[in-house]
């Protein structure tokens, strides 16, 4: 399992870390700074020039899970990773990658005054910025309280388990986090497993209209940016049964019909995907009790709306959109298309 120690900079994450690995046995502590370091010498520096922040490169996203992955794997018992953690779509991201690897993640969060964290901003000694070398400034450290304020007023405080370290010490912090893990208290996060593929994938979305034929999109809390309800076929499932079985269990509400097919679009790999064919399918309209009772599991997805085909376009990837904007137009004439990365072919 991991023991994930959030927090602002200058929380106390690091000398926290390294005083719990004293007090659960067969524990180790891992550093995601150390990738950042490494991604100057591995990546061009215009390429590192273009982010402000090295959180914000999926390599270094990627690298972090791969790495404590490796790291578990091989030495096993706890790993404890001490690392700020403030877009809920980088969480979502990473728990949830680690999750389809059956890693549990006990997400901490160390929550100390906000005036005893702009002291320690400005006492504390800063490590020079991966991205182009240069030390950080304690203003740097400074400026991240406000983001670090959102997030606990968003999601943080829902997510992780906040322990006020206002007047503790770091080896006290680290007794509670290590009691809280100990006896249950803070359980692995609740997000759901969805293994990553390892060949292509056959895919099956559903449409679902309000009575405005407006689009429902949904928010998966497993993967970054909006989708449609559906998911992975499972082996020996028929597609359009894959489509009514993730709507029930992503949105609550079970379709009576088998959904109309639309649209079948072949989605090119690209690195670490696979790619795959994509179904999208007719599940008609829903009526404003229907649209009501929609139900949303938390582990599962993070929000739904229902959305004109404009509207869509701002919240989806444009082959998805291209996918829906075909599927729209089978829809009017009544006859299934077939694409290729989102283009009609004759």
């Not at 719990?20 to 390429?47: W, Y």
Request: charged share 25%; hydrophobic share 45%; net charge negative.
């Amino acid at each position: 399992m991991i023991v994930w120690i959030n927090g602002a900079f200058g929380a106390g994450k690091t000398t926290t870390a390294r005083e719990l690995i004293d007090l659960i046995p067969n524990s180790t502590m891992f550093d995601p700074e150390v990738i950042g370091g490494a991604l100057a010498q591995l990546l061009p520096p215009k390429h590192l020039a273009e982010v402000g922040d090295h959180h914000d490169l999926p390599i270094w996203r990627r690298l972090v899970i791969d790495t404590a992955a490796a790291m578990l794997a091989e030495l096993g018992g706890t790993l404890v990773v001490p690392m700020t953690l403030l877009r809920q779509e980088y969480r979502d991201e990473m728990f949830g990658a680690l999750a389809a690897r059956r890693i549990g993640v006990h997400h901490f969060v160390l929550a100390p005054a906000e005036s005893v964290l702009r002291v320690r901003a400005t006492d504390r000694e800063l490590p020079s910025d991966p991205v182009d070398g240069a030390p950080r400034g304690r203003r740097w450290s400074a400026d991240h309280i406000e983001p670090y304020r959102a997030a606990l007023a968003s999601w943080l405080s829902a997510d992780a388990h906040l322990v006020d370290t206002s007047a503790l010490s770091a080896r006290a912090a680290a007794g509670r986090i290590a009691e809280a893990v100990g006896n249950g208290e803070v359980p692995a996060c609740d997000i759901v497993q969805t293994p990553e593929p390892t060949s292509e994938t056959l895919a099956s979305g559903v449409l679902l209209f309000d009575e405005r034929d407006r689009i429902l999109l949904v928010d998966p809390t497993y993967k970054a940016g909006w989708e449609f309800p559906g998911g992975v076929v499972e082996p020996g499932e028929a597609p359009a049964r894959a489509g009514i079985r993730e709507v029930a269990e992503e949105t609550g509400l079970h379709l009576a019909d088998v959904p109309r097919l639309l649209v079948v679009d072949w989605e090119a790999p690209a690195p670490p995907g696979y790619g795959g064919l994509r179904l999208l399918y007719d599940g008609g309209r829903l009526d404003s009790g229907e649209a009501s009772r929609l139900m949303l599991p938390g582990p599962e997805l993070r929000d739904c709306r229902f959305v004109t085909e404009s509207e869509a376009a701002d919240l989806l990837p444009p082959v998805r959109y291209e996918r829906l904007r075909w599927a729209l137009r089978a829809r009017e004439r009544g006859a299934a298309m077939y694409l290729e990365r989102g283009i009609p072919v004759p």
